[in-house]
């Protein structure tokens, strides 16, 4: 899972970054490039069934982020996105827009005001003219090609140009992607093109210390500001998480029960984001390694053991399954199975979250 970071200069947005992967980014030198880090996903099931197996490694799933530099001092006011920060945004799964609602003023707003809600629809604007901008490209591309298309082709290319014009009109009137409805044979022609209104998005108000125990009440604010399909909101101190960060695991817990901080940023962004991408986990294990995987909600067995490697899910025979809280439960796998709670499961078991499985296969 790989998800960007956005957000209008001075917002905060690599005090995030590092929060969310622990990493020490300058924040007083513009950067003119991406910041690309490493989160672990935060997974308690993995520490107990580490207890079971005394396991040689631990692996847990992970999440990138990737920190894309501001497009420019006049963000809101462009109409596109540079290609060389384009590509890297289509590349995401999601996006987490860093929406600055602290009050310093030796930072100045490029807009002279501190208004969260502004630069929160002045940055999805831009989103929106961005996927504009490609569609009217592809509408251009096949009425060029309609001009010397043969007879056999010319159906299939007017019927892939009226898609995109009613996506066009859709996104003009501010329906962003992830709101239109698409048949199945629209997706399959859409997805290649990476929309950036299609992706889950995360509003990250990033806001001052003093606030924290108001943060529930700012998110709900600005959930019921922005009630759109694909989309949550997170306030964040983004400074004061990203000084956590950097603290020993009981230093940081001392100091948020101290501040009433809660959570971390980072537990929070995951699972707000595995909530947004519909994720979960299941789990493998034994003596060499106790491992954690994220797959999508729904998958079936022989999908998620191509997860593993694409050799079992092509010779993919079986799965052994039992769930994390029984296998703790019973203390082994051959307990579980003398109590008939470990069972065999074929191709098309929908693998549920917190599963620990075995997968036979043969190639």
Known sequence: M???IIGLPKSGKTATFNALTKGQIPLDVYANKSNIGVAKVPDTRLDELVGLFKPRSVVSAEVNYLDIPTVAENFADSKGIPREYLNGLQSCDALIVVLRSFDDPSIVHL???IDPLRDAENILLELT???VGIVANRIQKLTEQLKSAKTAQRDSLKKEQTIWEK??????????????SFTKEEEDILVGFQLLTSKPIILAVNIDEGEIDRAGVI????????????MKVV???????MELAQMS?????EFRDGLGAGESSLERMIRVSYELLGLISFLTVG???VRAWEIRRDTVAQKAAGKIHTDIERGFIRAEVVHYSDLLAYGSLAECKKNALLRTEGKDYVVKDGDVMNMLFNV
């Open 287 to 289: 003596e060499d390694e």
């Open 129 to 131: 003219f961005s996927d």
């Open 167 to 180: 996506v066009k009109d859709q996104l003009e009137n501010n329906v962003p992607i992830r709101e239109q």
């Open 249 to 253: 695991a009981e230093s940081e817990a």
């Open 219 to 230: 998110e709900s604010e600005f959930a019921n500001l922005f009630e759109q399909q694909g």
């Open 111 to 113: 807009d002279g005001s």
């Open 2 to 4: 790989q998800i960007g």
């Open 235 to 241: 306030a964040i101190c983004s400074r004061l998480e």
